[in-house]
Structures are given as C-alpha cells and as structure tokens.
Nanobody, 126 residues
C-alpha cells in the first residue's frame, strides 16, 4: 500500500533552518520525480520544489529560490528539503508527492494524490 510519509517539521524562529524528510512505504521514490508542496492556513496547496529521479535537475518556486534546497538519497528511498532563512510566510503544512510525466516544470502535475501523508507542520515564529 503506497503511503507518503513526511517528517522534520517544527517551530523555528525567523532566519532559522529545518530539514524535512519524505519517505514512502510500498513505493520506490527513486523512479519518480518527487516534489514538495505546502498549504498555509486558509490557502490552497502550492508547489515548493521538485527533483528529478537522478537528481540531475531540480526546480524551485520563486518564493523559496535561494533559501530551500531539495535533494534525494535513492538508496535510502528518501527525499529531503533543507529550508534555510525561514520566514513567517513559510509557515504551512508541508507534503511530498510524486510528480507526473511532465516532470519538474511549472507547478508540478501530481500523481498518486490519494496517497499523500498527513504532512509535517512548519511554524516560523518568534
């Protein structure tokens, strides 16, 4: 049974850092582009960052470019999101998921949406 699992969230002060992890049970992440998404209170889901299967291409939304870094360890079946210089507007529940054949372009087409996890809450506040 495919299930994405996110972890690593927490409370951090503005300017701080967190590293999120994405795993999946019953599913090999290594064969798919994987993206991070987030949903802030009262807002729609938005794309954050994406990484291709061989990590040879990454893509970031303008709001996080230069502050966040997406990476993957296919041997560990894990995708990471290093978040630095966090801002209060980064506060959201963060989710990971597989991306469709269009790859890491635009705002990322989602596959297996029904198998997303509960997400991990990131709160940036002083």
């Amino acid at each position: 049974q495919l299930q994405f699992v996110e972890s690593g969230g927490g409370l951090v002060q503005p300017g701080g850092s967190l590293r999120l992890s994405c795993g999946a049970s019953g599913f090999s992440l290594s064969r798919h582009p994987i993206a991070w998404f987030r949903q802030a209170p009262g807002k729609e889901h938005e794309a954050v960052a994406c990484i291709m299967p061989n990590a040879d291409n990454t893509h970031y939304q303008d709001s996080v470019l230069g502050r966040f870094t997406i990476s993957r360890d296919n041997a560990e079946n894990t995708v990471y999101l290093q978040m630095d210089s966090l801002k209060p507007e980064d506060t959201a529940v963060y989710y990971c998921g597989a991306v469709d054949s269009r790859g890491c372009r635009g705002t990322y087409g989602v596959r297996f949406r029904e198998h997303w996890g509960q997400g991990t809450l990131v709160t940036v506040s002083s």
